[in-house]
């Protein structure tokens, strides 16, 4: 089985506990917090996908990690993945949880990055925009700034891209200018 399937699985049956227990809330920040330590930290990432390591060490530094703080059913989704061996699964049931639920809740999830930290200002139009290509009330933006952009924008919808960096745009005038000087040559 496909490591996708697995996770789309296990992240579905947990969505649906969460909500049958009426806190969807709580297991969104649990799997917000293990995405962002899986992103984060190097060393946890790397245990968590080592063969080496014994399930019950893994889970011993989860229960570790997500004692404070996390739901019950949260402990309890880590204690099962652990018993059938699916650590290295996590980052992505996780991942996927997040999927799930922000099609539940009706939220389109947008990555927008800049050279700079967006000021609320531009965090409103860029809202704004994937609001009406989406059409989705609710938006959630993964902010991420990268210096090499030189100046603009690369907004992220799914599968749709509009890159407005002007690194993208000397690219293509670097690509048609050689383009043209082929052509004169030839």
Same mark, same amino acid.
């Not at 996770?7 to 227990?21: D, F, V």
């Given at each position: 089985?496909?490591?996708?399937?697995?996770?789309?699985?296990?992240?579905?049956?947990?969505?649906? @506990?969460?909500?049958?227990?009426?806190?969807?809330?709580? &297991?969104?920040?649990?799997?917000?917090?293990? /995405?962002? @330590?899986?992103?984060?930290?190097?060393?946890?990432? !790397?245990?968590?996908?080592? =063969?080496?390591?014994?399930?019950?060490?893994?889970?011993?530094? %989860?229960?570790?990690?997500?004692? !404070? +703080?996390?739901?019950?059913? !949260? $402990?309890?989704?880590?204690?099962? /993945?652990? *018993?059938?061996?699916?650590?290295?699964?996590? =980052? %992505?049931?996780?991942?996927?949880?997040?999927?799930?639920?922000?099609? *539940?809740? +009706?939220?389109?999830?947008?990555?927008?990055?800049?050279?700079? =930290? @967006?000021?609320?200002? $531009?965090?409103?139009?860029?809202?704004?925009? &994937?609001?009406?290509?989406?059409?989705?009330?609710? &938006?959630?933006?993964?902010?991420? #700034?990268?210096?090499?952009?030189? +100046?603009?924008? #690369?907004?992220?919808?799914?599968?749709?891209?509009?890159?407005?960096?002007?690194?993208?745009?000397?690219?293509?005038? *670097? %690509?048609?200018?050689?383009?043209? %000087?082929?052509?004169?040559?030839?």
């Amino acid at each position: 089985m496909s490591a996708y399937r697995v996770a789309s699985r296990y992240a579905k049956s947990l969505l649906e @506990l969460a909500e049958a227990k009426g806190i969807t809330e709580q &297991v969104r920040e649990d799997m917000n917090r293990l /995405v962002l @330590l899986n992103e984060t930290d190097a060393e946890f990432a !790397t245990l968590i996908k080592s =063969p080496i390591v014994s399930s019950e060490k893994k889970l011993e530094v %989860l229960k570790s990690l997500f004692k !404070t +703080g996390s739901s019950e059913l !949260t $402990l309890s989704f880590l204690e099962l /993945v652990s *018993h059938k061996g699916r650590e290295a699964f996590l =980052p %992505l049931m996780a991942k996927e949880f997040l999927k799930q639920y922000n099609v *539940h809740e +009706g939220i389109q999830s947008a990555e927008v990055v800049t050279t700079v =930290p @967006l000021s609320d200002k $531009l965090r409103a139009e860029f809202s704004k925009i &994937v609001k009406e290509i989406s059409g989705k009330d609710k &938006v959630e933006l993964d902010e991420k #700034v990268d210096k090499d952009l030189i +100046g603009g924008f #690369v907004l992220k919808i799914e599968d749709r891209q509009l890159d407005e960096s002007l690194k993208s745009k000397l690219r293509a005038l *670097h %690509l048609d200018f050689t383009q043209n %000087l082929y052509e004169k040559k030839f």
